[in-house]
């Protein structure tokens, strides 16, 4: 089984910056992506930015120019730095992990409070 935390997060006024971290840890032999994810009160959860083993990124459209991800491969972790914060990004932020262990995996965290408010 393999388990997914989170850390990082709290509460920052509008312009201001955060750096959210995320670890898999478990039997893993290899992860093929993991990625940042938000739910806002009353939306849909929606895609933030992912980074694949290749080090392929991708990002919400919103977040272009100010999120940054980053992914350390030999400790299974990712980073998700947020510059530039608004209030509209406030929501629970979720890590997500894919890959293979004694068979494939897509695994969660239990998600980290951000909150950008004045």
Do not use: H
């Not at 992506?33 to 895609?47: F, I, N, S, T, V």
């Amino acid at each position: 089984q393999v388990q997914v935390v989170e850390s990082g997060g709290g509460l920052v006024q509008p312009g201001g910056s955060l750096r959210l971290s995320c670890a898999a840890s478990g039997r893993i032999f290899s992860i093929s992506a993991m990625g940042w994810y938000r739910q806002a009160p009353g939306k849909q959860r929606e895609l933030v930015a992912t980074v694949t083993g290749g080090d392929t990124t991708n990002y919400e459209d919103s977040v272009k120019g100010r999120f940054t991800i980053a992914r350390d491969n030999g400790k299974n972790t990712v980073y998700l730095q947020m510059n530039s914060l608004k209030p509209e990004d406030t929501a629970v932020y979720y890590c997500n992990a894919r890959g293979t262990s004694f068979g494939k995996f897509d695994s969660w965290g239990q998600g980290t409070q951000v909150t950008v408010s004045s």
